[in-house]
């Protein structure tokens, strides 16, 4: 184990051990503005495949233990439950506890409350001395950090860091199909199409003066009234971010849409587990690395090389050049955008 100063265990390419023998979570630590100065590596008989790669024998095994699994967004935690169940699958006798940042919020957490079919879910910190030694212990820990993280599909990257070699796993148990188990609240009683133009940065959302014409657009296209999340001034759609209070409305506002476009990423990922037919818009992030297995997806890259793999911006600079990209792509009408004709729909003029 290597004892970290404050910087380098906030940033850490995995979770972290305190000066009294706790497994705790970088991200737990910055949130509550706890002193991170004296913690410690994990020993290693706790796997991190970013410290050094394995193949995990789960035939073997009968509980795993995931210790700071999925990250602390929505997106992250659909894609790493999408990979524990892919090996699920291949392995049903498994058994998973996973353990997950006390201070990720509420909204990602709900999601666990969802999968809880899925594993045991402990909040950090725990006692390292708790852990079982006999039983398979797998470190997951800050990935925002680990350099592949950024290299490689997310799922894929899910995989490998739980020693499963991603071209083993099928792209069909990569599309995020463990959602159609969360039972959806009923909503609106007559289709619609979904527009969720924000991201989680506003480098990554579609800029608000094109939100009107790519409406114009999915109405004319789908012959569906639009709903959406925020306000855009158009006569053939209806802000409904006032309807979507929590996880349980963001998944059924998604699931039960008849087509979608966003920039959101993990409402990409929740429509590709419902199938639901998508066009999702990419500004920072190459469309492979999230959307590659998903087939009912039409993705639109922007072209903006000098922004290529930022993470969060809301400098002005930034945000012109990519109201530039949009304009630029779609001119006057967005007649260039495409729209994905998925297997569960035959096209999405379903009106």
Not at 134 to 142: P, Q, V, Y
Not at 215 to 222: G, K
Not at 268 to 276: I, K
Not at 277 to 306: G, K, Q, W
Request: hydrophobic residues 50%; contains cysteine.
């Amino acid at each position: 184990m290597t004892t970290l100063d404050e910087v380098h265990a906030l940033t850490h390419a995995g979770s972290l051990l305190s000066r009294s023998g706790e497994i705790v979570a970088p991200y737990d630590l910055e949130v509550a503005h706890a002193g991170a100065s004296g913690c410690c590596t994990l020993p290693a008989a706790i796997l991190n495949a970013g410290r050094e790669p394995f193949d995990a024998d789960y035939a073997r095994a009968g509980r795993v233990h995931l210790i700071n699994a999925f990250g602390v967004t929505l997106g992250d935690s659909i894609i790493g439950l999408a990979a524990l169940v892919a090996i699920k699958r291949l392995h049903p006798h498994l058994a998973f506890t996973i353990y997950r940042p006390a201070h990720a919020p509420r909204y990602v957490q709900r999601l666990y409350e969802l999968a809880a079919h899925l594993g045991e879910i402990v909040y950090l910190p725990v006692p390292l001395a708790r852990l079982p030694v006999d039983e398979l212990k797998i470190d997951m820990g800050n990935q925002l950090f680990w350099p592949r993280f950024a290299s490689m599909p997310m799922i894929d990257f899910f995989l490998w860091a739980l020693g499963v070699a991603p071209e083993s796993i099928a792209a069909d148990d990569k599309r995020n199909h463990w959602l159609a188990d969360v039972p959806l609240a009923p909503i609106a009683s007559e289709p619609y199409a979904l527009f969720c133009p924000d991201a989680s940065t506003p480098v990554r959302s579609i800029p608000a003066s094109v939100r009107a014409r790519i409406v114009a657009r999915l109405a004319d296209e789908t012959g569906l009234p639009v709903l959406g999340f925020g306000a855009v001034d158009h006569p053939r759609y209806r802000d409904i971010a006032p309807l979507c209070a929590d996880t349980d409305d963001f998944l059924a506002w998604i699931g039960h849409a008849r087509y979608l476009v966003t920039a959101d990423t993990a409402a990409l990922h929740v429509a590709a587990g419902f199938d639901v037919p998508t066009t999702a818009f990419f500004s920072t992030i190459p469309a492979s690395m999230r959307a590659r297995d998903y087939a009912n997806c039409a993705a639109v890259e922007m072209n903006l090389p000098h922004l290529r793999g930022m993470h969060a911006s809301a400098r002005p600079a930034d945000l012109d050049a990519l109201e530039r990209a949009y304009l630029d792509y779609g001119a006057d009408t967005f007649r260039a955008m495409p729209f994905a004709r998925g297997p569960s729909h035959a096209a999405p003029s379903l009106a």
